[in-house]
């Protein structure tokens, strides 16, 4: 046979079987590992070894205990597993942020992210080191241990007033929490620290300001704020930013752009009177809205109507913002083109269309309060305001409410002018107790034969309020020897040899000038008509009042209705006449 043919013959070698402490040392290996499924496998080591085997070339492994320490406690990292734990309490649709331009996903991120920012409102830290992060609308979720612990020591370096630069991202991780007003007591406080930090971050990165001028808009409409947004503007000098804004607080601008008659074209509307016409609009403005509130009419609805399509409108687009505060329903006219709307605590948006019986209204109220005013301050040109300038649809609607708005105007002008212009006086104590004084020593004087006669004078000082003083020391608002229902004089003392100040007589001629400038110039002429009839001539007055389109009865009512605010009484009875006592003070009225 061939040596290469040759087949080699190997005899069968029986392999041991396991014994049964190596069977037992297998398992307790396996239970082992499950015990110790949990720890992290960079603190899990082994010693292996290979010992003598009954084969050949192998070996086994011997497992040799090794005690494993415990980790050492991080109290930060604690916290913000407690804070990511939020997260599981709003499960969101998808898992993956880069979904973040899902309406849906963006809403679940903000929810979270303002629970998590609650939760963290008031952590502090002071990190060594500073790790980079760059991601569209970060939160917290979406940060590293160290990502965290940087943006966290940063914040609160800037609540300290120390503005360092950073990542943009961690930049607008804290506008969003002012947004939000984390951390912060109230929205007056939120804006304050907005405002710091934008004028102090921006030496570092302008790219911001596109985005805060916006959303300082926006915290105006949201948030109710003390200050308007005029004032505001005007404040920190961000007039440029909002050229053809009108704030919806500076109601007599705001009403002035969509009036028919724009007074301040007036020659009435000058630097001295400004503020008084301003000021008396405004007031007069909140006292309609009162009485059609009464009335059951919608003062809103009158003038302004939003167009039919409103669009929902989220506050600080491009913000990470939770629509945390719940608020009432209200409508904000930000502008003469722009309308919000709050309704269920939800936000929509819609251009503002002014109706022209809005428009004419406004003029109608603006010219009615301003003729009045000329004939108050004793303005050498009068005008008047003619009622029908309302339309027929705007007056049917008032006459079906009741609504008497010539005389809502006027009753709010008269109130204004007279609290705006009232005399304060001011009795000086020290002079009191010099009068009595001289009147115990008059006392004495009066029980000896020779009796001295005595004048007593008493000191009255009369202040005008400071605001506005300019506006009455033009004395072309006032005739000569006029002094008007609000003289600014001084009240003059008074001498009587009783030692006492009688100033009975001069509070009933205040009370009867404040009458005769609350009526109307139609009232006065009623007056005057019934001053020069008899008790049958009934047919004059009536006569007047129709060719006046004023029913007699409201004529009439009108006038004692005025008299009773002023003197508290009637002054024209069933029988058309004026009664018998005050006769006098009428016709020193009507002349």
């Known amino acids: 046979m061939n040596e290469n043919n040759n087949y080699k013959k190997y005899k069968s070698f029986k392999i041991p079987g396991r014994s049964k402490n190596e069977e037992n040392g297998a398992a307790n290996i396996s239970q082992k590992l499950k015990i110790n499924a949990q720890i992290s496998l960079k603190d899990l080591f082994y010693e292996i070894e290979y010992d003598n085997s009954p084969i050949p070339g192998a070996g086994k492994f011997v497992l040799k205990s090794q005690k494993i320490e415990p980790p050492k406690q991080d109290e930060i990292r604690d916290l913000f597993y407690r804070m990511r734990d939020i997260a599981r309490q709003y499960p969101l649709p998808y898992t993956n942020y880069s979904r973040f331009f899902d309406k849906r996903v963006h809403r679940g991120n903000a929810r979270i992210f303002y629970k998590q920012a609650e939760f963290m409102k008031d952590f502090e830290d002071d990190y060594p080191e500073q790790v980079p992060f760059s991601s569209y609308f970060p939160y917290y979720q979406m940060l590293g ?3 965290l612990r940087t943006y966290f020591t940063w914040r609160t370096n800037v609540r300290k007033g120390v503005v360092n630069n950073t990542s943009l991202s961690y930049v607008f991780l804290y506008i969003y929490e002012l947004l939000n007003n984390i951390g912060v007591d109230n929205p007056k406080e939120g804006l304050d620290k907005l405002m710091f930090f934008w004028t102090s971050y921006k030496m570092h990165d302008s790219s911001i300001d596109k985005y805060i001028i916006r959303w300082i808009k926006d915290y105006h409409i949201y948030y109710d704020l003390t200050q308007t947004f005029k004032e505001f503007v005007k404040t920190n000098n961000l007039t440029k ?82 629509n945390w505060l719940r608020q009432p329903d209200r409508s ?100 009191l107790d010099r009068i009595r004084q001289e009147a115990f020593a008059t006392q004495e004087s009066l029980i000896v034969e020779e009796q001295k006669e005595s004048t007593y004078t008493i000191p009255v000082q009369a202040e005008l309020p400071v605001a506005d003083q300019n506006i009455f020391d033009d004395q072309s608002y006032r005739e000569p020897g006029d ?20 100033t009975d007589q001069m509070s009933k001629a205040d009370s009867w000038d404040s009458l005769r400038y609350a009526l109307s110039d139609k009232e006065l002429q009623a007056l005057a008509i019934i001053l020069q009839s008899d008790k049958s001539n009934f047919t004059s007055i009536k006569e007047y009042a129709d060719n006046s389109k004023i029913m007699l009865e409201v004529l009439l009512d009108g006038i004692n209705e005025k008299a009773m605010d002023y003197i508290g009484d009637n002054i024209i009875d069933d029988d058309l006449t004026i009664y018998e006592d005050y006769q006098e003070q009428v016709k020193g009225m009507v002349e």
Request: contains cysteine.
């Open 483 to 502: 002094e008007g229902p609000y003289n600014i004089a001084s009240i003059e003392s008074k001498s009587c040899d009783t030692g006492q100040y009688d």
């Open 145 to 147: 241990y160290e990502q």
């Open 241 to 322: 930013h909002y050229p053809n804004m009108i704030d919806t607080e500076d109601n007599f601008d705001l009403y002035c752009s969509i009036s028919k008659y724009d007074i301040r074209n007036s020659t009435f509307f000058t630097d001295g009177t400004s503020k008084l016409i301003s000021d008396c609009f405004n007031f007069v403005i909140g006292e309609i809205r009162q009485a059609f509130e009464r009335a059951g009419l919608s003062f809103h609805d009158a003038l302004f109507h939003p167009t039919k399509k409103l669009v929902t409108w989220t506050p600080f687009k491009d913000a990470l913002f939770c």
């Open 332 to 431: 904000v006219v930000f502008s003469e083109n722009e309308i919000y709307i709050c309704s269920n605590n939800e936000w929509k948006f819609s251009t503002v269309i002014t109706s022209d019986r809005g428009r004419l209204f406004i003029a109608y109220v603006m010219k009615q309060m301003e003729a009045l005013l000329r004939r108050i301050t004793k303005y050498k040109y009068k005008i008047s305001a003619n009622m029908d300038m309302l339309g027929q649809e705007t007056i049917s609607r008032l006459q079906k409410a009741s609504l008497d708005i010539e005389k809502v105007i006027n009753a709010a002008t008269i109130e204004f002018y007279k609290e705006a212009t009232k005399t304060v006086v001011e009795v000086n104590q020290a002079s």
